[in-house]
């Protein structure tokens, strides 16, 4: 095609298109608790097999893998890590395209799971459990590599690189220390590449702080087949088969599991599999915690408390830059402030852990900085009465409802506290008491109306945070060309959708969610189109917000708190 007598240049989408393409397959290493590895015989083929498959377009090679568990052997296990990598270019591959071949764990089945594989598609003739010696002699050579590869990074921990069949040599590999402080510091690099940490002091804090030892432990979400609840899987620092999965997720920046329904650190097994969520221990993630921390403006001399230890991450990064002496830490679980405060130890710092209601602070003292690590729907009235001149507080508002996260910033002068509420990319987990509003698996059941929409959903987090707190109760879901908002206590849904040029909404249920939605974008509209809000703490029990100019603007107030539980050292 030419356009003017030149050739137009090709879209990238169209250049990776015309691309060739190597085949993918996933296999999946299904053990028993005596070791034995799982082979099938497949009606197509005249050797015994893996299960596993071709890896199809819409999936990654752990989503194909958990796919053809559930349809040759009706087995809905999630899928672990990766164990080996076998690739061939295409002049060794009998298909005439390069074929790459990845090779996933399995938790072990125990001998009723493994009483009940069944052959729901009809393809698997018969199924056996052989060991690693059956395995090599019933098996092609190179099928036969990959159990023995996989079997040796189940044991080891690692992941394995075959080419044909044939391991590759692995190079000598640096001290889990070392590895951990390259993963740090490859973190710290990526956020301050991305223009979010600028604060050198924070920076060399956060590559002081060694995370190995303050996250020995974590979950990990694996995948599973369709229709079935979510599941995380337990990885353990300390041996070898997860650490290099381990230590890429406890460096990977975001939000770290480590604590499920308030059970006892040291209570969990390497391996155990949760589902359906319910996860009480959790870091915050690096990108809202560095954030925070500079907003707060921290200098020498200054006194900090913070609302909610956790793992102690932050905890540690404030011990850098101030001082052990200058942190008080307040945590309500009893598990997580040990933990915190053993680990903590062990990193040569040593501030004041306080086990209690993080609601309370310390009655009596005033500190320079206070930081909530947990989402409130109000500002604490307690640790409001604790800034000194000067001091300011750092808490995340939430309406209850995923989505539209917010920041209050609190400064003292004297006896005025000035406050201004903004939106945020990414939320903190509520606090205890928060009721959390979340969206249902599907729409509700009634009758459907469908109009047109005058307005086309915006994308100002300034009105989206207004219609968080003026319409209570609702719960989004952004999509590519969709946005669905509910209203679970009324079963009540609306869908707004982009169908050739113009947005059309889909409702059901007794609210007018969408409806509403159009009237606070009026509002929204006249107040001046606020991206942020002043908080009026006159009276701390009586948090105003208000934004925008003129005779219009936006209010509301937030709720009020429950009376703070004691705190003990």
Same mark, same amino acid.
């Given at each position: 095609?030419?356009?003017?007598?030149?050739?137009?240049?090709?879209?990238?989408?169209?250049?990776?298109?015309?691309?060739?393409?190597?085949?993918?397959?996933?296999?999946?290493?299904?053990?028993?608790?005596?070791?034995?590895?799982?082979?099938?015989?497949?009606?197509?083929?005249?050797?015994?097999?893996?299960?596993?498959?071709m890896v199809e377009a819409d999936e990654?090679?752990?989503?194909?893998?958990?796919?053809?568990?559930?349809?040759?052997?009706?087995?809905?296990?999630?899928?672990?890590?990766?164990?080996?990598?076998?690739?061939?270019?295409?002049?060794?591959?009998?298909?005439?395209?390069?074929?790459?071949?990845?090779?996933?764990?399995?938790?072990?089945?125990?001998?009723?799971?493994?009483?009940?594989?069944?052959?729901?598609?009809?393809?698997?003739?018969?199924?056996?459990?052989?060991?690693?010696?059956? @395995?090599?002699?019933?098996?092609?050579? /190179?099928? =036969?590599?990959?159990? %023995? +590869?996989?079997? *040796?990074? #189940? !044991?080891?921990? $690692?992941?394995?690189?075959?080419?044909?069949?044939?391991?590759?040599?692995?190079? @000598?590999?640096?001290?889990?220390?070392? /590895?951990? =402080?390259?993963?740090? %510091? +490859?973190?710290? *690099?990526? #956020? !301050?590449?991305? $223009?979010?940490?600028?604060?050198?002091?924070?920076?060399?804090?956060?590559?002081?702080?060694?995370?190995?030892?303050?996250?020995?432990?974590?979950?990990?979400?694996?995948?599973?087949?369709?229709?079935?609840?979510?599941?995380?899987?337990?990885?353990?620092?300390?041996?070898?088969?997860?650490?290099?999965?381990?230590?890429?997720?406890?460096?990977?920046?975001?939000?770290?599991?480590?604590?499920?329904?308030?059970?006892?650190?040291?209570?969990?097994?390497?391996?155990?599999?949760?589902?359906?969520?319910?996860?009480?221990?959790?870091?915050?993630?690096?990108?809202?915690?560095?954030?925070?921390?500079?907003?707060?403006?921290?200098?020498?001399?200054?006194?900090?408390?913070?609302?909610?230890?956790?793992?102690?991450?932050?905890?540690?990064?404030?011990?850098?830059?101030?001082?052990?002496?200058a942190v008080t830490t307040i945590e309500?679980?009893?598990?997580?402030?040990?933990?915190?405060?053993?680990?903590?130890?062990?990193?040569?710092?040593?501030?004041?852990?306080?086990?209690?209601?993080?609601?309370?602070?310390?009655?009596?003292?005033?500190?320079?900085?206070?930081?909530?690590?947990?989402?409130?729907?109000?500002?604490?009235?307690?640790?409001?009465?604790?800034?000194?001149?000067?001091?300011?507080?750092?808490?995340?508002?939430?309406?209850?409802?995923?989505?539209?996260?917010?920041?209050?910033?609190?400064?003292?002068?004297?006896?005025?506290?000035?406050?201004?509420?903004?939106?945020?990319?990414?939320?903190?987990?509520?606090?205890?008491?928060?009721?959390?509003?979340?969206?249902?698996?599907?729409?509700?059941?009634?009758?459907?109306?469908?109009?047109?929409?005058?307005?086309?959903?915006?994308?100002?987090?300034?009105?989206?945070?207004?219609?968080?707190?003026?319409?209570?109760?609702?719960?989004?879901?952004?999509?590519?060309?969709?946005?669905?908002?509910?209203?679970?206590?009324?079963?009540?849904?609306?869908?707004?959708?982009?169908?050739?040029?113009?947005?059309?909404?889909?409702?059901?249920?007794?609210?007018?969610?969408?409806?509403?939605?159009?009237?606070?974008?009026?509002?929204?509209?006249?107040?001046?189109?606020?991206?942020?809000?002043?908080?009026?703490?006159?009276?701390?029990?009586?948090?105003?917000?208000?934004?925008?100019?003129?005779?219009?603007?936006?209010?509301?107030?937030?709720?009020?708190?429950?009376?703070?539980?004691?705190?003990?050292?």
């Amino acid at each position: 095609m030419l356009r003017d007598g030149h050739r137009t240049p090709p879209r990238r989408r169209d250049h990776y298109a015309l691309l060739p393409a190597p085949m993918m397959a996933a296999a999946v290493l299904v053990t028993d608790t005596s070791g034995r590895v799982l082979v099938l015989d497949p009606s197509y083929k005249d050797h015994l097999e893996l299960p596993g498959g071709m890896v199809e377009a819409d999936e990654s090679p752990a989503q194909a893998a958990a796919r053809e568990l559930a349809e040759e052997l009706g087995l809905t296990v999630p899928v672990g890590r990766l164990l080996a990598v076998d690739t061939s270019s295409a002049a060794a591959a009998r298909h005439g395209r390069a074929l790459t071949c990845m090779i996933f764990a399995a938790p072990a089945l125990t001998p009723a799971q493994a009483g009940q594989l069944t052959f729901p598609d009809g393809e698997i003739r018969a199924a056996y459990w052989l060991s690693r010696d059956e @395995a090599a002699r019933r098996l092609p050579a /190179r099928l =036969a590599a990959r159990v %023995a +590869a996989g079997l *040796d990074a #189940l !044991a080891t921990g $690692g992941v394995i690189h075959l080419e044909r069949g044939e391991p590759t040599a692995p190079p @000598a590999g640096p001290t889990v220390r070392e /590895r951990a =402080a390259q993963a740090r %510091a +490859a973190m710290v *690099d990526r #956020l !301050a590449a991305d $223009g979010v940490l600028t604060d050198p002091d924070l920076r060399r804090a956060l590559l002081a702080v060694r995370r190995e030892v303050l996250l020995p432990l974590c979950y990990i979400r694996r995948p599973t087949a369709a229709g079935q609840p979510r599941a995380w899987q337990l990885l353990d620092g300390a041996d070898p088969r997860d650490r290099d999965e381990w230590l890429a997720w406890i460096h990977d920046g975001d939000s770290v599991l480590f604590q499920h329904r308030g059970e006892p650190l040291d209570a969990a097994e390497r391996g155990q599999i949760v589902t359906g969520g319910g996860f009480t221990g959790m870091s915050t993630g690096m990108i809202t915690a560095v954030e925070g921390l500079q907003a707060l403006g921290l200098a020498a001399g200054d006194r900090v408390l913070e609302s909610g230890t956790g793992p102690g991450l932050v905890t540690a990064a404030l011990c850098e830059i101030l001082g052990d002496t200058a942190v008080t830490t307040i945590e309500a679980d009893p598990h997580l402030a040990e933990a915190a405060r053993e680990r903590l130890a062990r990193l040569g710092h040593r501030p004041r852990v306080v086990r209690g209601d993080g609601l309370a602070g310390r009655p009596g003292e005033r500190f320079d900085a206070i930081l909530l690590s947990f989402a409130v729907r109000g500002l604490p009235p307690a640790l409001l009465e604790q800034l000194a001149d000067g001091g300011r507080l750092l808490a995340p508002i939430t309406t209850g409802a995923v989505g539209w996260p917010a920041q209050a910033m609190v400064r003292r002068t004297g006896d005025t506290l000035d406050a201004v509420l903004r939106p945020v990319a990414s939320g903190h987990r509520p606090g205890l008491g928060v009721e959390l509003v979340t969206a249902p698996d599907r729409m509700p059941d009634g009758p459907v109306t469908v109009r047109p929409s005058r307005l086309a959903p915006p994308e100002d987090a300034g009105f989206w945070l207004a219609v968080g707190h003026l319409l209570p109760g609702l719960v989004g879901v952004a999509g590519a060309e969709r946005l669905s908002l509910y209203a679970p206590a009324e079963e009540s849904c609306s869908i707004v959708q982009s169908e050739g040029g113009s947005w059309v909404v889909e409702g059901t249920g007794p609210r007018s969610i969408w409806a509403e939605v159009e009237s606070v974008h009026t509002r929204w509209i006249q107040a001046g189109r606020p991206g942020h809000y002043r908080l009026d703490l006159t009276d701390p029990a009586v948090q105003r917000v208000d934004g925008g100019a003129g005779a219009h603007p936006l209010t509301w107030q937030l709720p009020g708190h429950l009376a703070p539980a004691a705190v003990t050292s």
